[in-house]
């Protein structure tokens, strides 16, 4: 069953206001990388005082290259982690593992395809023979397979990224993998020329991204917790990009002083320009919103090309009872005047 706990259950849980800052205790949260501004309204929310308005302490525990945190999730060393798309998840369901979604910051994943300025006109192009597309082992499994079904690519023309975008820059005929919300920073700042962006989202790529992954055990154990901390994410992200951010940046400077107010403020703007977090149904019911439909069809794409298991029972791999609820419009249109 996807809804974990009874209806009588969750609404009585939910019910629950608690009276003072830190009643309900800490939350640890792990984040998949290092900090930077992807990660700006968890650290709004600790900042701002967001998450112990409710009753919550989140503590952030950072991700970086040496770090498995959904390992150490699954090994109880933290209560949350931020995932990245559905598919971890789906996994995660096919091999038994009690992981489960109970919100998608990102509308939007953000990987993009980089082509140079002018080079193609339109995204099947970069599928044309005369193109290189650079991609990672994991992309070429997932969601490159959309395109060789959908836009015309072909794995012939698939060659391997290793993280350096030297071949790219030298080469316009090459096209390359990146994030929407750092790699056209890099490219920009080394060459002094931006690149077309290709948002995979726009083009068929339709999963959610920067989830919230907990256990299954402690999210029916810790419903109350569990709702602080996803409704108190959502009024952070809308404070951290429509609102007054700096205290947060500063905090995610300090936890990762390589930072810089450039990235950030680049990343923020690209969040914004693209709706990553803020678009879609987010738009009506709020950020975190997720859908069975949306769901669905991101699954059906996937198991049709062989990615995830046909007949996996993928509704267990995330929960609505937290989410849809509209936590945060109010905060959006009083930051905007609208």
């Not at 300025?117 to 970069?126: L, N, T």
């Not at 062989?306 to 905060?331: M, R, S």
Request: net charge negative; aromatic share 10%; hydrophobic share 40%.
């Amino acid at each position: 069953m996807r809804n974990i706990l009874s209806t009588a259950g969750l609404l009585a849980a939910l019910a629950v206001v608690p009276a003072a800052a830190g009643e309900l205790g800490t939350l640890r949260f792990g984040t998949n990388w290092v900090a930077q501004a992807e990660h700006g309204g968890y650290y709004q929310a600790v900042v701002d005082g967001t998450y112990e308005a409710c009753g919550l302490t989140v503590e952030i525990i950072p991700g970086g290259p040496q770090v498995n945190g959904r390992a150490l999730m699954i090994a109880g060393k933290m209560d949350a982690y931020m995932g990245g798309n559905m598919l971890q998840p789906f996994n995660a369901v096919a091999e038994g593992i009690p992981i489960i979604v109970v919100a998608a910051n990102f509308q939007k994943e953000p990987q993009v395809l980089m082509t140079h300025p002018g080079r193609v006109e339109k995204f099947e192009e970069i599928g044309s023979e005369d193109m290189t597309v650079l991609t990672d082992d994991g992309s070429l499994q997932t969601w490159y397979q959309i395109f060789v079904k959908n836009a015309g690519f072909k794995e012939e023309n698939r060659a391997p990224y290793t993280f350096n975008s030297a071949q790219f820059i030298a080469d316009k005929d090459v096209a390359q993998q990146g994030y929407v919300t750092s790699e056209p920073y890099a490219i920009e700042r080394e060459t002094g020329w931006a690149p077309d962006v290709w948002l995979l989202a726009d083009y068929g790529f339709t999963s959610y991204s920067t989830t919230i992954e907990m256990m299954k055990p402690f999210v029916e154990a810790n419903p109350e917790k569990v709702k602080c901390f996803v409704d108190g994410t959502a009024i952070g992200w809308y404070n951290y990009l429509y609102g007054d951010n700096a205290a947060a940046n500063e905090k995610i400077k300090t936890d990762n002083p390589d930072m810089s107010d450039g990235q950030i403020a680049f990343s923020i703007a690209a969040m914004k320009k693209y709706g990553i977090a803020d678009s879609g149904a987010a738009l009506e019911v709020g950020i975190n919103a997720m859908s069975d439909e949306t769901m669905e069809a991101f699954y059906t794409s996937m198991a049709e090309l062989g990615v995830v298991p046909k007949d996996l029972p993928f509704t267990e791999a995330y929960t609505l009872d937290f989410v849809n609820k509209g936590v945060g419009l109010d905060v959006k249109k009083s930051l905007l005047g609208n």
